[in-house]
């Protein structure tokens, strides 16, 4: 199967418009993109190594509805969705959106970083690890039976039918992170399994590790999908001007379960490999390769570093980087 390939929108930020969403969603389904994903926040504190200090933020949720609106066949995803809504909610607003644009849903749910967004609506306790858990036994309840009744601890509830069900069934549930713990949950429950930055390396491993378990349980192996940073232009150095390669060698040195580079830190550029994809449309070509190579099945471009320039990079990946995917993918093995 061919590798699918999406874009992070700009829902948040001081680039965040309408505009870029709701045309750039149509000119990227017009380039052949086969997807587009927004993150999820609350009370959003911007991430110092990768946005400047605006805190705008479009909800995730009623941002998927309206591009859904305007778009044929993008598929809508959330990496991540974290679970400050009571997950009813979530059921009754997943349901909805299918019924207004149609099957195209993909549910990324991750444990959120931030304490305070939870602290901000009572929730400081909550165990979110679990609550992601709950979140999809909950839903894939309700997407699919009647007078539900649930309790595990952190939810409950009697008697519940949420209606409408989603068109076409169950919606996908994907795991997001980039933990050994993050892809043992999706090898365990989920439907699919979403690192945000990750080294190639890492993320090789973190496939291996869900084959085996997967292999051992017989459950079906989780689609495989990454959201890496991405900077594209016509020459590797106009690229890298637009890029904090300090803050991302910093953020990789901070990440306690990443496999490193042989000199034992992150220094360079190449160190960053699959943390990363920058340079002229013939490199980034050459890093989507790897990460086909290891079994990725669907990628997704993080522009953030260059939201200002988001139609641009549509237009580039799109002519120059995407067609060559698919020819590569429609070459016959070699036998």
């Known amino acids: ?36 994903w927004v993150r999820d926040h609350l009370v959003f504190e911007p991430h110092g190594e990768m946005e400047k200090p605006n805190r705008t933020f479009y909800d995730a949720l009623t941002t998927l509805t309206a591009i859904g609106a305007v778009t044929e066949k993008l598929e809508l995803g959330t990496g991540s969705l974290i679970p400050f809504r009571h997950p009813l909610v979530t059921a009754l607003m997943a349901g909805t959106i299918t019924q207004l644009v149609g099957p195209r849903l993909i549910l990324g749910f991750g444990a959120g970083t931030f304490d305070h967004e939870f602290e901000a609506i009572g929730w400081g306790d909550l165990d979110r690890v679990e609550a992601v858990r709950s979140n999809a036994e909950i839903l894939k309840r309700v997407f699919t039976e009647n007078d539900v009744t649930y309790d595990d601890g952190i939810f409950s509830f009697e008697n519940v039918t949420i209606e409408p069900k989603p068109v076409g069934g169950r919606v996908p549930f994907w795991y997001c992170g980039a933990t050994p713990r993050s892809a043992r949950l999706a090898a365990e429950y989920a439907d699919g399994w979403m690192p945000g930055r990750i080294s190639l390396a890492t993320m090789e491993k973190r496939i291996a590790n869900m084959r085996e378990l997967t292999d051992a349980s017989g459950r079906p192996m989780p689609t495989v999908s990454v959201i890496p940073p991405t900077s594209i232009e016509a020459t590797r150095e106009e690229a890298l001007k637009h890029v904090n390669i300090p803050g991302l060698l910093a953020w990789a040195n901070k990440a306690k379960f990443a496999v490193k580079p042989p000199s034992g ?71």
Not at 266 to 283: A, H, K, N
């Open 265 to 335: 830190t992150f220094e360079t550029v190449e160190d960053l490999e699959g943390q990363l994809i920058v340079g002229d449309p013939d490199e980034a070509v050459e890093e989507l390769r790897k990460f086909e190579a290891i079994g990725t099945e669907h990628l997704v471009f993080d522009f953030r570093f260059k939201f200002d320039r988001f139609f641009e990079q549509i237009e580039l990946l799109g002519t120059e980087v995407l067609p060559k995917m698919r020819e590569h993918a429609a070459e016959p093995a070699l036998t």
């Open 1 to 36: 199967m061919a590798m699918k390939f999406g874009l992070l929108l700009p829902h948040f930020g001081e680039e965040a418009s309408r505009e870029k969403l709701l045309e750039g969603s149509q000119l990227a389904e017009k380039m052949g993109f086969d997807s587009v």
